[in-house]
């Protein structure tokens, strides 16, 4: 039995299919549908159970000698989130009362950390676990901080010999798009809010830059097609020798520009874009450029090439988002 925590949600809908697709018929959901349509995320799949967040030890404890691996996908995901007391309790403290439940019981325990722990990259992007690497980076936001603080715990806990899960691996996940993240709303990639206007002929908007270095547009991300990410934690599955902290990204920085006239290319249309100011609100927090650093992940042994951003964003526009059906 694996279990996937936020599997509802983006990344996490997409593990749970690719599960499912190589015949892992037990599988488990922890998560909030609450009343959108969030739950659509997951309504292909043939699931054992979902449970929800409040009754996930209740569950666990009671099915302990089955489950083979969690996959803690959930979390309070939003940068824009500024109530750290609730983002702590949600991205530290559960994890961490997961982390102790899978040393306990012996499972395996794969989490997400985020891109968003390098702050404004200022330290690189180098996903070296040594403390002293970790203590230099500055997260930008509540939801940075939680996830770097948890990485920084997690590997105090290594260094001093403590009881640990027989596999952990934390992923730092860069600027991830693809099915199954209409729920998120303002929090959906480029590409699900380019879509629309690009399907309608009519022109669609980018923020510009207020740095000197970027020309509008011209601030780069690493985009990771989803699929890339769930064939990463597939592979950590099929290698359980493999633990650590690892970026997920393609290692190759493209500018928001090149990803939002992808997607006038994938429908036949020339791009037409214009440039508006970035919300002050979080103008001081804006990351300008971040590039994952994959050698660590390679040297492990990760031989598998990333999607390139057009075949990601083709795939992603002619397969789901224009279709009748845009649920993975």
């Known amino acids: 039995m694996i279990v996937v925590t936020g599997g509802a949600g983006f990344i996490g809908s997409n593990i749970l299919a690719a599960l499912e697709e190589r015949g892992n018929r037990s599988l488990v959901v922890c998560d909030?549908?609450?009343?959108?349509?969030?739950?659509?995320?997951?309504?292909?799949?043939?699931?054992?159970?979902?449970?929800?967040?409040?009754?996930?030890?209740?569950?666990?404890?009671?099915?302990?000698?089955?489950?083979?691996?969690?996959?803690?996908?959930?979390?309070?995901?939003?940068?824009?989130?500024?109530?750290a007391d609730k983002v702590f309790e949600n991205n530290f403290r559960l994890t961490m009362d997961l982390w102790r439940w899978c040393t306990l019981h012996r499972v395996r325990f794969i989490?997400?950390?985020?891109?968003?722990?390098?702050?404004?990259?200022?330290?690189?992007?180098?996903?070296?676990?040594e403390p002293g690497h970790l203590a230099k980076l500055r997260p930008m936001n509540?939801?940075?901080?939680?996830?770097?603080?948890?990485?920084?715990?997690?590997?105090?806990?290594?260094?001093?010999?403590?009881?640990?899960?027989p596999q952990w691996v934390g992923l730092k996940f860069f600027n991830v798009y693809g099915p199954n993240e209409y729920h998120k709303g303002g929090q959906q990639s480029v590409v699900a809010h380019v879509y629309p206007k690009a399907k309608a002929g009519e022109t669609a908007p980018l923020f510009q830059s207020h740095h000197p270095d970027y020309e509008d547009g011209g601030q780069m991300r690493d985009f990771i097609w989803v699929g890339d990410c769930v064939d990463v934690i597939l592979w950590l599955l099929d290698n359980p020798q493999v633990s650590g902290i690892y970026n997920v990204g393609t290692g190759t920085a493209r500018p928001f520009k090149d990803l939002a006239s992808a997607v006038y290319r994938a429908l036949g249309k020339e791009p037409d874009l214009r440039y508006?100011?970035?919300?002050?609100?979080?103008?001081?927090?804006?990351?300008?450029?971040?590039?994952?650093?994959?050698?660590?992940?390679?040297?492990?042994?990760?031989?598998?090439?990333?999607?390139?951003?057009?075949?990601?964003?083709?795939?992603?526009?002619?397969?789901?988002?224009?279709?009748?059906d845009p649920y993975r």
């Open 32 to 83: 909030r549908l609450r009343s959108n349509d969030k739950w659509r995320n997951i309504g292909k799949r043939e699931l054992i159970d979902v449970v929800h967040p409040d009754r996930l030890f209740d569950y666990l404890d009671g099915k302990a000698v089955e489950i083979e691996a969690i996959i803690h996908m959930g979390a309070i995901s939003a940068t824009t989130e500024f109530d």
């Open 111 to 129: 989490y997400a950390s985020s891109a968003a722990t390098y702050g404004d990259g200022a330290q690189g992007f180098n996903d070296d676990r």
């Open 142 to 165: 509540p939801y940075g901080w939680s996830k770097h603080l948890f990485d920084r715990a997690a590997v105090r806990r290594i260094i001093d010999g403590d009881p640990m899960p």
């Open 276 to 324: 508006i100011p970035t919300p002050e609100s979080i103008r001081d927090k804006y990351q300008y450029f971040t590039e994952a650093d994959m050698g660590r992940l390679r040297a492990a042994g990760y031989d598998k090439p990333f999607t390139s951003l057009e075949d990601g964003v083709t795939a992603y526009v002619r397969d789901y988002l224009d279709a009748d």
